[in-house]
């Protein structure tokens, strides 16, 4: 079922979004983007591949996460001259972990993102999205097994205006979870995604159900056949290949 939330349209249609960074260490691979140039050009470089969407953590000169306009805004500007699709922002504790200062950042913001994902199981989560869909961002609903997200998800009155529900999904088997979530919000989308092992096993169940899928080196900086990634780019390249 298609429509706009947030001006950006909701669809159950397959696309693939980039994970460029997420909250990983300097020491973990030197291909992680950081910095608003590296960030932009592991966008262009993985929409080219074939991304319709990109993920970013915007990072502080430290390497920190930051929900700040002064670090938002640059590495939003720097993506977006070198692409135009929409651009995630996660908004969660790793960013910013007082909800009431995550809610004030995010009405600080001078230049905005298209969808930002709210981890819905961390106290401050309603907050955040009431602040962002007030200012016209799309909301990503951050679903993990496990925690407390889903039930106070299912309860909450903003369920029905999110853009789609992010699956993060534990392992390989959690198939029955996710059409769960699938039948149990109707008309919003379900998207899975996984970290690590389930990364890759993640996007195969986003094609086999038909849904939206994300990889990127923030997920996994393994390529399908356990190598090493050089980029997220490549990931997008393995994913959408025939052998995948």
């Known amino acids: 079922m298609a429509g706009e ?9 397959v696309r693939l979004q980039a994970a460029l960074n997420g909250s990983r ?7 992680v983007p950081r910095d608003p140039v590296a960030l932009a050009e592991a966008a262009a470089e993985a929409v080219a591949a074939g991304a319709a969407e ?14 700040s306009p002064r670090v938002v805004g640059p ?22 972990p007082d909800p009431r200062r995550r809610v004030a950042r995010v009405r600080s913001w001078e230049l905005l993102p298209e969808l930002a ?20 961002v799309a909301v990503e609903a951050g679903l993990r097994a496990g925690t407390a997200g889903p039930a106070l998800f299912a309860r909450s009155p903003l369920a029905a205006r999110v853009l789609r529900i992010v699956a993060e999904v534990p392992e390989a088997g959690a198939g029955p979870w996710v059409r769960a979530l699938r039948a149990g919000h109707g008309e919003v989308p379900v998207l899975p995604c996984g970290t690590g092992a389930s990364a890759w096993p993640a996007l ?3 094609r086999r159900l038909a849904t939206a899928g994300r990889i990127g080196l923030e997920d996994t900086l393994l390529l399908p056949d356990g190598t090493r990634a050089r ?3 490549e ?10």
Do not use: K, M, N, Y
Request: charged share 20%; with cysteine.
């Open 75 to 96: 590495a939003l500007a720097a993506v977006r001259e070198h692409t135009r699709v929409p651009v995630s922002v996660p908004v969660d504790a790793w960013a910013e």
């Open 204 to 206: 195969r169940l986003a």
């Open 231 to 233: 980029s997220t780019a």
């Open 117 to 136: 994902c709210v981890a819905w199981h961390e106290p401050g989560a309603e907050e955040s999205a009431a602040a962002l869909l007030a200012r016209g």
């Open 5 to 13: 939330v947030g001006g950006v349209t909701r669809s159950a249609a």
């Open 25 to 31: 260490g300097p020491g973990e691979s030197a291909a």
């Open 235 to 244: 990931q997008i390249r393995a994913a959408l290949s025939d052998g995948f």
């Open 54 to 67: 990109v993920r970013i953590r915007p990072r502080t000169p430290c390497g920190g996460g930051s929900l």
